[in-house]
């Protein structure tokens, strides 16, 4: 068993370096030094970078582009070339408007620690305040909260109420119609309503008559002697 296991093995490492022999044939055919050779041939190139005769754009020239003849060229050239570019390092410093607009800019977007701990304090205590004021607001709702149920409650009472003597004295004002006409009448005819218009005055009179009669009633009342005391 040992020597049967030996043989598969060996005959296993034969066709192992069969095929690597094959793979190196094919790849020495396509390439004479090899494939290490030819990794470690490889060699980029730099940039080239002519420091002995740089190109300096003429700014009177009509030939030079407009973008060529800006400060933002001058500061690429000088970082590029240095002083070879002859470009006085001075005139690439900014500006007195420029540096007042750079600090300008970096005190709105990047403000000293102290404004922002300010800033921070004062959103703080505006949201404080509007938080008590809302908490107010609300324990004063919450306190006249019985009173608007009830007053809801008594409107709502008082509603179904209307509602149900209008019913009623539709209801009255029918049957009357049926019994004065004979027959039952559409509340929406001429007749009904002229009914109800006579009938509405009739009861304004009663009711001027009742309030003349109470005048006069206080009236006596008040104008008659107190009864002698015993």
């Known amino acids: 068993m040992a020597a049967s296991m030996l043989c598969r093995r060996t005959a296993a490492l034969c066709r192992t370096l069969k095929d690597f022999s094959s793979c190196k044939a094919v790849l020495s055919v396509n390439s004479p030094c090899g494939p290490l050779s030819q990794t470690a041939s490889y060699n980029p190139k730099p940039l080239k970078l002519n420091l002995r005769n740089p190109y300096i754009p003429d700014k009177d020239s009509e030939k030079t582009p407009e973008w060529q003849k800006t400060a933002r060229y001058d500061k690429k050239l000088f970082g590029r070339f240095g002083s070879v570019s002859g470009i006085d390092p001075a005139s690439l410093w900014p500006t007195h408007e420029e540096l007042e607009k750079i600090i300008a800019e970096e005190t709105q977007w990047h403000p000293p620690l102290e404004v922002m701990l300010k800033n921070i304090e004062a959103r703080e205590k505006e949201e404080r305040e509007k938080r008590?004021?809302?908490?107010?607001?609300?324990?004063?709702?919450?306190?006249?909260?019985?009173?608007?149920?009830?007053?809801?409650?008594r409107e709502k009472r008082e509603t179904k109420q209307k509602l149900k003597e209008e019913k009623a004295r539709r209801t009255r004002l029918l049957a009357e119609a049926r019994e004065r006409f004979g027959y039952a009448v559409d509340p929406r005819s001429p007749k009904f309503l002229e009914m109800v218009a006579e009938i509405e005055k009739e009861e304004k009179k009663k009711k001027k008559l009742m309030k003349r009669?109470?005048?006069?009633?206080?009236a006596t009342g008040s104008d008659a002697p107190p009864a002698a005391s015993s």
């Open 132 to 153: 008590l004021a809302r908490e107010k607001l609300i324990a004063a709702n919450m306190a006249k909260m019985p009173k608007m149920i009830a007053d809801w409650r």
């Open 213 to 218: 009669r109470l005048r006069e009633e206080q």
